[in-house]
């Protein structure tokens, strides 16, 4: 029944491992995104897809990658992680590309130590 | 750029004060303008968005006016309850642009 629905909950692993996060949305949206949130609270883009096309990627380093095999589906993969990369991390969908409200996962906590 | 700027919390008050929460927007054209609110532990959720000038947006007993000349989309509510402590997102987005969130205000309200 739920929405947007993403695993893991919670993600402790050590640096310089690679780890994924997977998003599923029931929807039927087009667009869906991953946000990473800091310990401030504060809410930044990292990446969106439209119909599994990548339409925003913002300035993140190359060791995060997406990954949409359809588009009710959205995957993050992180190589080599860092302690810098501890944050908590939203998927999000929306039925469109602009202007339209965002459904928000319940977040990945991601803690890298 | 588009940028969204709120007043900094954390905000407490005590149930039923009265809450405003302060956000003003830089932005060219007419942007559609949302609140967002966090509960503990859970992901956003849209509260109420409003898309062009004086349109007013309300949900749950919130309210906020697109005030187009002061650039502001102020969210408000008469009476605030325990229930409404959360972090709330002001947010814009312009008409071919992504959401751009502001860095949220913190609201507490003790009994």
């Given at each position: 029944?739920?929405?947007?629905?993403?695993?893991?909950?919670?993600?402790?692993?050590?640096?310089?491992?690679?780890?994924?996060?997977?998003?599923?949305?029931?929807?039927?949206?087009?667009?869906?995104?991953?946000?990473?949130?800091?310990?401030?609270?504060?809410?930044?883009?990292?990446?969106?897809?439209?119909?599994?096309?990548?339409?925003?990627?913002?300035?993140?380093?190359?060791?995060?990658?997406?990954?949409?095999?359809?588009?009710?589906?959205?995957?993050?993969?992180?190589?080599?992680?860092?302690?810098?990369?501890?944050?908590?991390?939203?998927?999000?969908?929306?039925?469109?590309?602009?202007?339209?409200?965002?459904?928000?996962?319940?977040?990945?906590?991601?803690?890298?130590? | 750029?588009?940028?969204?700027?709120?007043?900094?919390?954390?905000?407490?008050?005590?149930?039923?004060?009265?809450?405003?929460?302060?956000?003003t927007y830089?932005?060219?054209?007419?942007?559609?303008?949302?609140?967002?609110?966090?509960?503990?532990?859970?992901?956003?959720?849209?509260?109420?968005?409003?898309?062009?000038?004086?349109?007013?947006?309300?949900?749950?007993?919130?309210?906020?006016?697109?005030?187009?000349?002061?650039t502001s989309?102020?969210?408000?509510?008469?009476?605030?309850?325990?229930?409404?402590?959360?972090?709330?997102?002001?947010?814009?987005?312009?008409?071919?642009?992504?959401?751009?969130?502001?860095?949220?205000?913190?609201?507490?309200?003790?009994?």
């Amino acid at each position: 029944d739920t929405a947007v629905s993403q695993t893991p909950k919670y993600l402790v692993t050590q640096m310089g491992n690679d780890k994924s996060i997977k998003c599923e949305q029931n929807l039927g949206h087009d667009t869906m995104y991953w946000y990473k949130q800091d310990s401030k609270k504060f809410l930044k883009i990292m990446f969106s897809y439209n119909n599994k096309e990548l339409i925003i990627n913002e300035t993140v380093p190359n060791r995060f990658s997406p990954k949409s095999p359809d588009k009710a589906h959205l995957n993050l993969h992180i190589n080599s992680l860092e302690l810098g990369d501890s944050a908590v991390y939203f998927c999000a969908s929306s039925r469109a590309q602009f202007n339209e409200k965002l459904f928000f996962g319940s977040g990945t906590q991601l803690s890298v130590l | 750029g588009n940028s969204v700027t709120q007043m900094e919390g954390p905000v407490t008050l005590s149930e039923e004060a009265f809450l405003t929460i302060n956000c003003t927007y830089t932005a060219t054209g007419y942007p559609s303008l949302f609140w967002y609110v966090q509960y503990p532990g859970e992901g956003l959720q849209l509260l109420l968005k409003a898309t062009k000038a004086d349109d007013k947006g309300s949900n749950k007993g919130f309210e906020a006016t697109y005030r187009k000349e002061t650039t502001s989309f102020h969210l408000e509510k008469g009476s605030v309850q325990v229930s409404d402590s959360a972090v709330y997102f002001c947010a814009l987005s312009g008409l071919y642009d992504k959401v751009i969130f502001g860095p949220g205000t913190s609201l507490s309200v003790i009994p």
